[in-house]
């Protein structure tokens, strides 16, 4: 210690006038204070410039280029994302993405309150029960997609699956989950509401735990019933987590790939195409890469139009 | 005593250790050295999808017809997953970088490749030579050429056949072999009932409209790349196989799965239990009664594809894997050798055959004695005999940049809304182009 302190003071020039000092010496010393956090950041920054905002400026630039295969790209300005309004597939894409979205948001977020309310309720009054409960919940979260879909097409099976062995045995006729067109969509719909509904329910259980019991007590002493209370003291106080949910539960839901292309591929004839997997066909099955571009926008556009009016109503609602 | 570091000293080594890194990451950067890891021995390095092709390609570098030349050659073998490998491959290709010397590129994920003005493979015509003659040219070099260059070469003849339960139709009183389709259907209407049929006809892949379309004597583009996939011999195609389901009643949808829309696990299983009783198809999809209906040994025979679908011609083919050399490549000759050596010598073909039972795309490999062996499976078929006379009478395959679209929009547009919802076949085929011409 001794001798570092003895070097530090030499190497900044004690002995020596002041004026004599070394310019960027001084200038770092006097600006050390305020520079240094970014020389911490500066690492995850230039990895991120390099691997994302690079990519994602790029991808901007290509989509407005005809680029596909290997020739040269051809600057059409907005000639794709003109063409994304023609494409009936892209339409199709837009249109099972938004029915997912949707259901998330209507579907899986109710199911996965009444879950929170449920644990947190008197229904399971033990603790162990309740922690029981949270884990079996967060288990198919934590469980690769890719296993979620191996079990789920042996679920769905036409012949040999779980379901049309039920629907046998009380007499119904056996239906072709993942291989009708009408049903593909659906039957992906309850296997993202089977895998997601358990995340979602924590995110409430959170929220749920912030809320004072003193508020519940005040609504009994006041005479509300159970009902009462979830609806004009819960619920409300609820808010922002249910926006917390429904806006992730929108941004992820335009973003869905890997189960819809594990289960079916995008099939049968499109029923469960996304605008995720429609990107990853165009881009690297038919290799049009100014298209894909001009698709991921559109999706991130999607993303961020409908996020920012979820919050614009929230906060009219507020008022 | 321990000793504080100073904050200097802190920066000083996060400093070094981040340059330290930023030079071994640009040393990785580097690309692929033209030396090898000792020696200063050359080096090459191929990608592929199947761990099996790889340990094909690692009994050749074993063998004499490599290591007599090119012993001291280190051949890095890389293994990815199937999409992951394509997808890999372009991006290298397209970036400029980072490729590997030579790659399997397979059948239905070449036609990206040959998208745009430049194609990112070395152009093997002039490697090939006289050799060409030795070729049976519809499965070896047919998929992956374009505008007359041929950008890689396959060693899987995969020549279609109708296999069937020989002992079923015996017991009907059924004479075999057939000759037409109509003695198929009328022996499929003898054996077929509620729990039994002939056929399973897949409503989510392309491959048995492709195998009959060829086999009625048309495919789906012609010499120029152009869409033909609507004409009346591919409808015949079509509709034969909806007849073959709804009219005869003699075929089932085939259980398959979302992961795997050809052969699963239950689609395998439902041959076990005897649903199914004949299957069309190359030999790699033969090849599963052996591996997973092994007790059925001996009850299979195989026979050339019957009369009665347009031109009838007595094959068809179906699937394959070439291999390609990239542009970026610094050893395309060297790339080569190991090309050849797979592909066009009797000993590399025997170990593909040896290894995976693939029958070769090179002719004067078929005079080895092990190609003729008879299957025990398949009541002692010689495969190698039946092959190799039916290769001469395959259609040729026309490559087309818009390959993959159009079968994706056929399976989309044509086969499901056809085998599952009874669409019209005509009508359905003829959509095609528009939606291939307008996409």
Known sequence: MYREETQATQEHGAGKPPGERRPTAGWWRRNQRAYTPYLFLLPF???????????????????????????????????NYRQLLEDPRYLKALENTTIYTLASIFILSPIALILAVTIRSFVVPWATFKSFYRLTFFLPFITSLVVVALMFNVVFDPNYGLLNAFLTSIGLPQLGWLRSPDLALPSVIMVGIWTYVGINSLYFLAGLQNIPDELHEAAAVDGAGRVKTFFYVTLPLLKPVILFVVVQATIFSYQLFELPFLLTGGGPSDATLTLAIYLYETGFRQFDRGYASAIGYSMALIAIAIAATQLYLYRRLER | ????????????????????????????????????????AESLEMWLFSEE???????????????????????????????????????????????????????????????????????????????????????????????GQIYGLGNELNTCVLAYRQDIMEDAGIQTPF????????????????????????????????????????????????????????????????DLVYEHEIADIAPVAGDDQWYPPNYRAAFRAERFVAVFGPPWHLAMLPLDVPDQSGLWTVQEFPQGVGEGIPTAQFGGTGQCITVQSEKPDLAWELIRACNLTTEGVLEDFKLRTVYPTYSPAYEDPALQEPSDYFADTRFGELYSSLAPQLVPFNQSPQWAEATETIIRDVITPVMQDRADAAEALRQVRSAIEGG
């Open chain 2, 179 to 242: 000759e037409t389709w109509d003695q198929v259907i009328e022996a499929g209407r003898e054996i077929s009932t509620a729990d039994r049929k002939m056929f399973a006809i897949h409503d989510e892949a392309f491959g048995d409209h492709y195998m009959m379309s060829q086999s009625a004597g048309t495919t789906y583009f012609d010499e120029q790349g152009n869409y033909i996939g609507d004409n009346e011999l591919s409808i015949e195609a079509m509709q034969f196989l909806y």
């Open chain 2, 1 to 40: 005593m321990r000793r504080r570091l100073s904050r200097r000293e802190f920066l000083k080594v996060a400093g070094a250790g981040v340059a330290g890194a930023a030079l071994l990451g640009t040393a990785g950067c580097g690309g692929q050295g033209d030396e090898g890891q000792e020696g200063g």
């Open chain 2, 53 to 147: 092709r790889a340990e094909w390609i690692r009994q050749v570098l074993q063998s004499e017809v490599w290591t007599s030349e090119h012993g001291d050659v280190e051949v890095n073998l890389r293994v990815f997953p199937y999409e992951q490998m394509h997808d890999r491959l372009q991006t290298a290709l397209v970036s400029g970088r980072g490729a590997p010397d030579l790659a399997d590129v397979e059948i239905s994920r070449f036609s990206p490749f040959i998208r745009g003005d430049q194609v990112p493979f070395v152009p093997l015509n002039d490697r090939i030579g006289d050799e060409i003659d030795n070729v049976y040219t519809p499965a070896g070099t047919d998929p992956w050429t374009w505008e």
């Open chain 1, 45 to 79: 920054f230039s990895i991120y410039c390099v691997f994302m905002l690079y990519p994602i400026l790029d991808a901007l630039r290509l989509s407005f280029f005809e680029a596909g295969g290997f020739g040269t790209p051809e600057f059409i300005g907005l000639g």
